[in-house]
């Protein structure tokens, strides 16, 4: 549960908003069998399947998938709402590389000799962008997803991956290249993530994306102290003028209608983490602060304090 208030400076303006009241089941239905389901009661005031998927695992660390869940992709997109260090998710897991898709997945986890992972590869293919109506998904070239996840030394990640979807009613399409990587060590997490979105057709200008944040997490020792750990946080994220497709072709010509304008954002913040051993909580405090070179400012995506409180339970 997600419960979040932002404030405006610009216009004095306020509101209050249940931002994810998410379930999540998952678990193991046999030796060698895991389900998942997890749908959304207020996405954004709407209700939403996230995932609903079954796995076999046949053969050691051998994942096989059906169902509806997260296209390979993207290192923050792949973060649950619990799992974020924002309140707000960067451009890249938000609007440019987010995609949930129908279809069937092949996962497997390389290991070192003492256990630790070492490599991991997931790879797939999918419907395309028929998500919402499943019967009509019929296609003759399937939309395809795939992230390489490598572990050199305990606390670093390269994470290269690959990702092709159908958009606009399959009257166009466009693949993605993300390349990532993070540290994470002494209470540091440093991470840097770029993607290149290029349309196919030329249906859309190539639109580029980069998220680079760090964060230091300080343990409280006290052991009745309420907050167990403070977070100080720093972000940098941009995008290009961007299409989903959801909207679209301009009238009249074969280019796709423009749904988010260029815009660059710093986000500084705080989180603390409540003492609570069963729940996990966090207590997010934001200020974001957005540019946009050739205007086009949403009215929810401009400079505002964000305070977020999340509960898992």
Sequence with gaps: ????????????ASRFEVRNARLSVNGKLAKRSEYKLEVDLCDESQIKMKDA????LPFRTLRLSIGQQRMPFSIDAHRNPSEQFF??????????????DVGFQVGYDFLHKNGRNILSLDAGIFNGSNLD???????????YSARLQYFPVKGLAIIPNVQHQQIAERQASYTSFDIGTYFEQ???HIEAEYLRKIYDHNAFDDCSSVSALTFYKQQIHKKHSFIEAISYLGRYDFMQDHSSGKNGFEEGTTHLALTDAERHRMTLGMTFSIRNPYFPTDLRLNYENYWYPHGGAKESERDKLVCELMIRF
């Design 1 to 12: 549960l997600r419960g979040k208030y932002e404030y405006h400076p610009e216009d004095d």
């Design 133 to 143: 109506n499943q019967i009509t998904a019929w296609f003759s070239t399937p939309a």
């Design 186 to 188: 002494w209470g540091w």
């Design 87 to 100: 309140a707000n998710r960067s451009f890249i897991a938000k609007q440019v590389g987010d995609v949930r």
């Design 53 to 56: 998927w079954v796995r076999i």
